[in-house]
């Protein structure tokens, strides 16, 4: 089955429990999903697998630390090294932050596009302004993953 990772960023815990929640939603659609941290990135290389990115924004359009290390990382790395990836970015911010609105999850969006993996839904942002609960958003998110996963697991005969 195709492996499930999720990679998150987050200073105050708030993307942190998004990815958790997450993480229950695709168990509970059936996907084999684990959260990864920097001890074991290297399991998204060279092999088929889905990553869902979770990421806050902080500072002034900045990267949460944990993330700032796996972005360089990987824009030093060899090309072709993600390319067996598909990903989808869930980015949470606060557009009262003007034009670093989901900066984090923007630059992350478009570093896995420059590496050849493939999104297979658009970047998504949820907006601290708009939403209370970043589950309200997060969810629905994860379930439209987890049936577009499905369908591409039934699709090759793994479900
Ligand atoms: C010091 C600070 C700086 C922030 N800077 C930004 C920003 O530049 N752009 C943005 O969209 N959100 C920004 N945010 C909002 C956070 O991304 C948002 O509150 C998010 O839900 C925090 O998630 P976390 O608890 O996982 O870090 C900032 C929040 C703080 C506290």
Redesign the pocket.
Known sequence: MLPVYLIF????????MVATETLSIFENNGLAASILDESNWHLIEGEAAFVAIIT???????L?ENIEKFYQHYSKSEAGLLKKISYSVLA????S?GN?????GKRLDALLGELNATRIKDLTM?D?CEVFD?MEAAAPWAEKISSILADELIAEGSL
Do not use: R
């Open positions: 960023g987050s200073v105050y815990g708030t993307a942190e806050s924004t902080t500072g002034a359009g900045d949460p949470l911010g606060d557009s932050y670093t609105f989901c900066m984090a949820i601290a970043p």
